[in-house]
């Protein structure tokens, strides 16, 4: 990898289990699923050290190093900053409520460029990945892509970024792209088509699909939302309030609590002390949210059209996705039952109004995503679904896009192909190989 020198460790601290079938691998940096022929199922990493033991003197999130499943530190990582509202605690009526802030915010400490919690997975990814240079493959609604952009492009890491047209607004970056980075804007599309093509370039030879929720690099960097969390509050909190697209963020911070309480962490939550996952999604768009209510363990499936209606009108368009993992083994339908979580439902008014507030209060602006979370936490408080003395620990995925955007002067990424019309994949793909170099084209 890259220009610039990175700290490799070389051995392994971890192995890779089936959620399903219980059988153990060594990672060879890029294994997404086991081969076993059974459902569906995540892997998750079993880590050497049993103990929670934070490197004091690192500051961004390879101070979790002992806990990500990592071979390099890459410098120059932030992490979520976790702090007590005084004055949302006192507007939400919850006095032990902790905001965890991934982005951009000098004066407490958020060092993310670029403004969410998707630079925490793009760091890991890239530590985990092996010496060998691949192409890796990311699709995107825009803030992974952007994440994986910034980070990429910094250390010299081959990538290709596929995002809809609806998501490059997104990507504005501290430096323009590195050669080896590649962004492909698919125009009249969605998230979806973007995870379609994407597994289709990752079947190329020099070409490594990077496979997003199934990649534990994705999941245990954004798990150092609930490290950093448990470092802040001494505890695990009784509830976690984040929206959800994928609703990565929530399998992680689950698989993260479960780790913490093998180690020890302090809790009081009432069901086997795991925290309760309350997600949320727009009330336009909300797959998981209709299956969950449901008392389903499938996701309801519309027709693709009326799908694409409904995500055009969904007030934070980075929460749309239409295939979440919802029922595979592991995924977000066992962590809601395991944690006795919930799902809710949040109209464009309401999250409109949420972020006003939260802007009026802590004079930082906050992404159309934790917009949501602020409202559906509003909206649970007022229904009575948690006592008031419950500890609280709300996910704001990302914020302080403008305030970084008012401070620096970031540069909008250029496509490197722009595909109008999604036709037959194997002629984008083609298109799209010819964008690197020919060395990487064996077959
Ligand atoms: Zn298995």
């Known amino acids: 990898m890259g220009d610039i020198a990175v700290e490799v460790w070389g051995k392994r601290h971890y192995s890779l289990v089936c959620s399903c079938c219980s059988k153990k691998y060594a990672d060879d940096g890029v294994m997404l699923t086991c081969p076993n022929g059974h459902e569906p199922a995540l892997l998750q990493t079993e880590y050497t050290e049993k103990n929670f033991t934070p490197v004091q003197e690192d ?91 910034s980070v990429c492009s910094r250390y010299g890491q081959p990538c290709l970024l596929i ?11 501290p430096e323009v792209l590195h050669p080896s980075v590649r962004l492909v804007v698919l125009e009249d599309a969605d998230y979806a088509d973007a995870i379609a093509l994407s597994e289709a370039v990752g079947k190329l030879n020099g070409f490594q699909l990077e496979g997003g929720v199934r990649n534990v690099g994705r999941r245990d960097g954004l798990a150092t939302v609930m490290y950093s969390a448990v470092e802040a509050m001494g505890e695990l909190p009784d509830f976690y309030f984040q929206a959800v697209g994928s609703a990565a963020g929530g399998i992680a911070v689950h698989e993260a609590a479960k780790r913490l309480m093998a180690a020890g962490a302090p809790s009081n939550a009432s069901k086997e002390g795991l925290p309760r996952l309350f997600l949320s999604q727009n009330e336009s768009f909300a797959p998981i949210h209709r299956a969950w209510q449901a008392g389903q363990r499938f996701l309801v499936r519309g027709s693709v059209e009326d799908d694409k209606r409904a995500v055009r009108r969904a007030f ?15 995924g977000v339908y066992d962590v809601l039952v395991e944690s006795g979580g919930d799902v809710l439902a949040v109209d464009g008014e309401s999250a409109r109004a949420a972020r006003e507030m939260f802007h009026d209060i802590e004079s930082i602006d906050i992404e159309p995503a ?27 995925t990302g914020g302080g896009r403008a305030r970084r955007a008012r401070d620096h002067s970031p540069i909008q990424a250029e496509p490197s192909l722009r595909i109008a019309s999604l036709g037959p994949l194997e002629e984008a793909v083609n298109q799209i190989a010819g964008l690197f170099s020919v060395d990487l084209q064996i077959s």
């Open 59 to 149: 500051e961004g999130i390879f101070r979790y190093r002992h806990w990500l499943p990592v071979v390099r530190e890459i410098p120059g990582s932030g992490r979520p900053v976790v702090f007590r509202s005084e004055r949302l605690s006192r507007l939400v009526g919850i006095p032990d409520l902790w905001v965890a802030f991934n982005g951009y915010w000098p004066e407490r400490g958020g060092h993310l460029e670029t403004g969410t919690f998707k630079e925490l997975e793009a760091y890991t990814v890239l530590g985990r990945l092996p010496e060998d240079p691949v192409v890796l493959v990311v699709a995107s609604a825009g803030n992974t892509a952007a994440a994986f952009a």
């Open 163 to 173: 995002v809809p047209e609806v998501g490059l607004g997104r990507l504005i970056l």
């Open 316 to 330: 934070a368009d980075e929460l749309t996705n239409r295939f979440p993992p919802y029922a595979v083994h592991s």
């Open 370 to 396: 934790s917009a949501v979370a602020v409202a559906s936490l509003l909206s649970a408080v007022r229904e009575g679904r948690m006592r008031r003395d419950s500890s609280v620990l709300l996910n704001v």
